[in-house]
């Protein structure tokens, strides 16, 4: 089956330092990738998304391509701030009939000022 | 519009009661799902619903039974609460599961503690 893995938490960063967070993916023909985030105390929200090989998702400075040869979707941003501290899920979706989200196992970053 | 809403943000059973967690979304989505969240395990399926009437389930259903009588509410039902069952669920909603580019929002989350 479609399986997500996300490296393992927490990242500790200080503000303003550049934030890589790896996700990588299997799953058999062209999903659909997804970066969400969880803030303290509240469900989740879509971050960006990518649904096809070389695109490029991006919000709020966040950005991930999608890259089928590596089968990966790694979500960066420029220069972090305390307010980007969260926990981030990655997932993917498939896009043939009724499918169903599978989710990484979520990344916890914490930016100190 | 409110979103997706949940109630009770907070729930506390013994064990071998049963209760109803309510999830309800204004936005006039076919599908609904249920996930539950625990600590290094990222979000699972329970169950999941195309339509009105139409219900499927997911990565995790035992222990748990869901109904879609309408559009827009979508209970999750806890038959005989065990301790395995504490955790944070979260129900969530899209326009169509066929169409995967669409988003799906969640709501805030139940943190149900089973004892």
């Known amino acids: 089956g479609d399986s997500v893995t996300q490296m393992e938490g927490p990242v500790t960063l200080s503000e303003e330092a550049f934030l890589t967070i790896n996700c990588t993916y299997t799953a058999t023909g062209y999903p659909s990738l997804f970066w969400y985030v969880q803030y303290p105390g509240e469900g989740l929200q879509l971050l960006l998304k990518?649904?096809?090989?070389?695109d490029k998702g991006s919000n709020k400075g966040f950005e991930a391509t999608y890259r089928k040869e590596t089968t990966s979707f790694h979500l960066e941003k420029g220069s972090v701030q305390v307010s980007d501290s969260a926990v981030y899920f990655c997932?993917?979706?498939?896009?043939?009939?009724?499918?169903?989200?599978?989710f990484g196992k979520g990344t916890m970053l914490l930016v100190s000022p | 519009n409110a979103g997706v809403t949940q109630t009770p943000k907070f729930q506390v059973l013994k064990t071998g009661q049963s209760m109803t967690l309510q999830c309800a979304q204004d936005m006039n989505h076919e599908y609904m799902s249920w996930y539950r969240q625990d600590p290094g395990m990222g979000l699972r399926l329970i169950h999941y619903s195309v339509g009105a009437g139409i219900t499927d389930q997911g990565e995790v259903p035992n222990g748990y039974n869901v109904s879609r009588s309408t559009t827009e509410d979508f209970p999750l039902r806890l038959l005989s609460a065990a301790p395995s069952q504490t955790s944070v669920y979260f129900c969530a909603s899209s326009y169509s599961g066929q169409v995967s580019s669409y988003e799906q929002y969640f709501g805030p989350g139940t943190r149900l503690t089973v004892t």
């Open positions: 990518a649904t096809k090989a070389d």
């Open positions: 997932a993917l979706i498939q896009n043939s009939g009724y499918s169903t989200l599978t």
